[in-house]
């Protein structure tokens, strides 16, 4: 670059310097540290006046810096309209949950509730079939109340009613009970388990424009529900 392409440049800096800074009250001077799309313009402007005759700027180098400027105007325009797409998702999932409530869901969950004195039903899902399969009931301590010998199960979801009684045939008391269910396959290995319950949507909660469900006590997101039930068509 020529001494006086240099001087240029250089003058065309300073003066942007100027443009973007100001004084406040108290005579202290703000600039910003980053280019924006009229500063780059400006400066290849100048540039481009400037150059010298006998040594003009090279063409390749000039289209290099076009398509680099072109390239980031664009990931900066594709990125405000993702974000705002997200935003437009988020707003429009969590207005959807609201419809949910009063409705039963099933969800994947390790723990059940049970009112003392009725019954509580949940979902066995196997990844394969089982000759044997056992569904085990423990309180919050982890001790064993019920044991349910569920026999041979298909691969798939089952659903499972629990009477609310211990081993012992006495009502369990009311609370959250921990699950879990494994069988034996045909070749004799262990096939494990998972579980589903299903209850009343009682509300819908928001974190960050993220919808969460209050279900049985807990808060799960939409991504957890395997099904929704309406309670209401029973007709």
Known sequence: MSSTLASSVTSALNSLSSDSSGSSSTGTVASTQQLGENDFLTLLTTQMQNQDPLDPVDNTQMLAQLAQFSELSEIQGLSSQIATMVTATNSST????????????????????????????????LPSATSDTTAVISDANGNVVRTLDLGPEPAGTTTVTWDGLNSDGSPCATGQYNLTVSGTGSNGSTVQGSTNVQATVTGVTYSNGVASLVVAGQQITLSQVTGVYDTSATN
């Open 94 to 125: 969590a207005l959807s949950a609201t419809e949910l409530v009063g409705k039963q869901v099933s969800f994947n969950a390790s723990q059940i509730g049970l009112t003392s004195g009725s019954t509580s039903t949940f979902q066995v899902v």
